[in-house]
C-alpha cells in the first residue's frame, strides 16, 4: 500500500518549447483582449437603458464568467513564465481545477437559460416580460450554479483522493483531470470513468439540449408573420447558437484529443487547452459585439 503523496505540485506547460518565457507575449496579448473585449460589451449592457432586458443580462453573465475562468488560469501561469512561480500546493491546484470545472459548466447552464430566454420570447411574446423577470434571472443564474457545483464536485473530490507518489511536475500550464490522474498512482479506474461520464452528460446533454430548443424556436419563428421580427428572432438565436457551438466544440475536441494523449505530443495537448480555455472566451464578445444590433449599435455610439 502506498502512502506517500506529493502535497505541491510544478506547473510546467509547453516543456517541448527551448525559450519558454517568449510564451508571456501571446498568452498576455490574449489575455488583455479578452478583458479589454468583455468588459467593453458587459460595461455597454449595464451603462445602456435600451440594453436594460433579460437576454443581454445572461450574455453579460456568461462574459463575467468567462472572465472567472480564464483569470482562474492566465495570471498565475504568466507568474510562472516571468518570475519562476509555477509551484502549487495540492489545495491550490484542486481549487484551480474545480474553479475552471466549475465555470465551465455553469457557461453551459447559461446558454440553456439564454435558450428558455428565447422560447418565452418567441412562443410567449405577449407574457415575456411577466415570465422572464429579475426572479426568474436570479433563479436561473442559482440553479446553474448549483447544478455545475452538484456535477464538477465529484470529479474534483475523487481526483482529490487518489494518491500522487509519481511526478510533482505536470507537464500542462493548468491543474486540468486527466493531467494530474497522469501522476496518480494505484487503480484510477473509478476517477476516469466518472470524469467521463459528467464531462458527456454536460457536453453531449447540454448540446442536444440546446440544438433541440433552438431547431423548435427557429421553426416557429419561420413562420412569424412579420418578415421584421422573423428574422430579428433568426438572427438573435443564430447568434447565441454559434456562440454554444464554438464553446462545444472546442469542448469535444479537447475531449477526443486528451484521449489520444499518448499519440500526441505534451506541447499539442497544451495548445488544445489553451484552445479550449481561451478562444471561446476572446471570440465570444467579437461575436456579441458583431452580430447583435442593438450592442453594435450602443458601441458605435460610445466610440463616437
Known amino acids: 500500500r502506498i502512502h506517500f503523496s506529493h502535497t505541491e505540485f510544478v506547473l510546467h506547460g509547453f516543456p517541448g518549447i527551448i525559450h519558454r518565457k517568449l510564451l508571456i507575449i501571446p498568452f498576455l496579448t490574449v489575455y488583455i483582449l479578452l478583458l479589454m473585449g468583455n468588459f467593453t460589451i458587459v460595461h455597454r449592457i449595464h451603462a445602456e437603458k435600451s440594453l436594460q432586458s ?75 416580460n411577466d415570465i422572464m423577470t429579475k426572479r426568474t434571472l436570479v433563479l436561473l443564474t442559482c440553479v446553474s450554479w448549483v447544478r455545475s457545483a452538484f456535477l464538477v464536485s465529484p470529479v474534483v ?38 470524469g467521463l461520464a459528467v464531462r458527456s452528460v454536460i457536453t453531449l446533454g447540454d448540446f442536444s439540449l440546446l440544438v433541440l430548443s433552438y431547431s423548435t424556436i427557429l421553426y416557429t419563428a419561420m413562420k412569424i408573420a412579420t418578415s421584421k421580427n422573423r428574422n430579428k428572432a433568426l438572427n438573435t438565436c443564430g447568434t447565441h447558437l454559434l456562440v454554444a457551438m464554438l464553446i462545444y466544440l472546442c469542448t469535444i475536441i479537447s475531449s477526443i484529443i486528451y484521449r489520444m494523449r499518448r499519440s500526441m505530443s505534451i506541447d499539442i495537448l497544451n495548445l488544445v487547452s489553451a484552445t479550449y480555455l481561451m478562444v471561446p472566451a476572446t471570440v465570444n464578445p467579437v461575436i456579441y459585439g458583431l452580430r447583435v444590433k442593438e450592442i453594435r449599435k450602443c458601441l458605435r455610439k460610445s466610440w463616437l
Open 54 to 128: 433579460p437576454m443581454y443580462y445572461l450574455i453579460s453573465i456568461l462574459l463575467l464568467a468567462s472572465i472567472a475562468c480564464t483569470t482562474s488560469i492566465t495570471p498565475k501561469f504568466l507568474l510562472g513564465l516571468s518570475f519562476g512561480l509555477d509551484r502549487i500546493s495540492r489545495a491550490g491546484c484542486f481549487i484551480q481545477m474545480f474553479s475552471i470545472y466549475s465555470i465551465t459548466t455553469f457557461e453551459s447552464g447559461i446558454m440553456l437559460s439564454m435558450a428558455l430566454d428565447r422560447y418565452v420570447a418567441v412562443y410567449r411574446p405577449l407574457r415575456y
Open 157 to 194: 473530490i475523487l481526483t482529490f483522493s487518489a494518491q500522487f507518489c509519481r511526478s510533482n511536475v505536470i507537464l500542462s500550464f493548468v491543474c486540468e483531470n486527466m493531467g494530474l490522474l497522469s501522476l496518480a498512482c494505484g487503480d484510477i479506474t473509478r476517477q476516469k470513468m466518472v
